[in-house]
């Protein structure tokens, strides 16, 4: 800092304050091991703000619309000074005022926000307290589970989506806003409508990006793959709940107000199987908190990937069931006419829980280039066939309401005998050129409207 031998930096001249993370494992409790497939990248990732504020500033604010036009809202702030709020349209104009930290405002023919191809409306909260003044963009949706349906707006709502990483070649996983334009682009032209943060909350920026190009997003905390087999009980040997309640509740604080956030993903592929009691006594309290925490009360799901599924006994108690599989990769690889029929039952099993169901993960490494005259795996066409033969399953039945893609495109992984340059499951190349399975779900995505695909 400028000033070397005091706390306050001298003023008028140029102070650096270099931030620093260190990457040190800790090693006072025991931990479970790493447990997922993708590259572990150090450092900060993300950008670093330093903010200035009044004595006297806004802390927090929350927003829960209502499609009838009806906006509740909290403002919290540090001191004394009255807020004053005012809803502003997305021209600009004054639709609504009120006084007061907290209420409720109504804003005359009011839009909704809805995903592309509909119209993400957004408005602002301008609040200002004192000298502090803040805008919070929100958009005006419901979003909810009923019976097996999932309504956004009230309308039976198909997810079209993607897994993905933040992840790219020339810089790994460093926060690229030009990158995320880019992504945001390539979902458009892909017809998607959906993206799953796997396997973490994603910069702020993404999320802005989303409400204001109408992609819906499942948020999903950093808990992914607890267990490891049933050597171990991760829920009784690793003290792992009380620092998954406190991310889980700083990511529903952190994106509360985003309209294009309508689930909440409490984990991925924890182990459900080995110790289900267990499992179920860590996992549901964690639904509830979910729910309790949330302003706007999204549905909450934990996405899960058993072999004996039937021993699970905590996903059939999420809002929306999420389950990855592999049919026809790493479980009867190759043979597509198996794995459908392995598909059929388990999905037979699902639908006695009469819950919504969706494929929140499956996929088949593609290496970009490589045609053979049938369809093999690893080929371009392997990956057509892999998805167009699933995919007529899923449409079969009614309560099955969405598909997550893995992967959005190829990201990189640890070194290992079963990958080659990471995974390449991407519908898109690294560097987002698409294959030719990214191009045959184009063309499906274009027949299924986001609303009443199933009714």
Request: hydrophobic content about 35%.
């Amino acid at each position: 800092m400028g000033n070397e031998d005091g706390q306050l930096a001298f003023f008028g001249s140029d102070n650096a304050g270099i931030p620093s993370v260190e990457a040190a494992k800790r090693a006072a409790a025991p931990q479970n091991r790493p447990n997922f497939d993708f590259f572990n990248y150090a450092g900060i990732h993300r950008p670093v703000w330093l903010y200035t504020t009044p004595k006297e500033y806004i802390e927090d604010v929350t927003v829960v619309p209502a499609v009838d036009g009806t906006v509740q809202y909290a403002v919290k702030t540090t001191g004394s000074a009255p807020a004053h709020v005012t809803v502003l349209d997305a021209d600009g104009n004054i639709v609504a005022s009120a006084e007061g930290a907290e209420g409720t405002i109504t804003i005359p023919e009011v839009h909704l926000w809805e995903p592309r191809p509909g119209t993400p409306y957004l408005y602002a909260l301008h609040v200002t307290c004192g000298a502090d003044v803040y805008d919070q963009t929100f958009g005006v949706r419901s979003i909810e589970v009923r019976g097996t349906q999932v309504l956004l707006n009230g309308k039976p709502l198909y997810f079209k989506g993607f897994c993905k990483h933040e992840d790219f070649t020339a810089h790994g996983r460093g926060f690229d806003p030009v990158l995320n334009v880019k992504d945001v682009n390539l979902i458009h032209w892909a017809n998607a409508n959906a993206v799953r943060t796997s396997h973490y909350p994603y910069a702020e920026e993404f999320y802005d990006l989303c409400d204001r190009e109408g992609i819906l997003v499942m948020d999903e905390t950093p808990a992914v793959g607890i267990g490891g087999g049933a050597a171990v009980n991760p829920y009784k040997e690793y003290p792992l709940a009380e620092h998954h309640r406190q991310v889980l509740a700083e990511m529903i604080h952190r994106d509360k107000n985003h309209p294009c956030v309508v689930l909440w993903s409490l984990g991925n592929e924890p182990d459900l199987e080995h110790f289900p009691q267990d499992a179920y006594d860590y996992w549901h309290p964690l639904y509830e908190l979910a729910h309790q925490l949330d302003p706007q009360n999204r549905p909450v799901t934990l996405v899960c990937c058993q072999n004996d599924y039937t021993k699970d006994i905590t996903t059939r108690t999420m809002d929306i069931v999420c389950i990855n599989r592999y049919y026809g990769w790493y479980n009867l690889s190759g043979d597509m006419d198996a794995a459908c029929y392995g598909l059929n039952q388990e999905m037979d099993f699902w639908a006695e829980q009469h819950k919504p169901v969706m494929m929140s993960e499956y996929g088949a490494d593609t290496m970009a280039g490589l045609h053979t005259a049938g369809a093999e795996m690893f080929s371009e066409e392997f990956q057509v066939e892999f998805y167009r033969r699933l995919d007529a399953e899923f449409d079969k039945r009614p309560w099955f309401v969405g598909e997550f893609v893995w992967n959005f495109a190829d990201y990189d992984t640890v070194q290992g005998p079963m990958r080659v340059d990471g995974n390449k499951k991407g519908l898109f190349t690294r560097d987002r050129r698409p294959k030719l399975g990214m191009h045959f779900l184009r063309q499906r995505w274009a027949e299924i409207p986001t609303f009443g695909f199933k009714e």
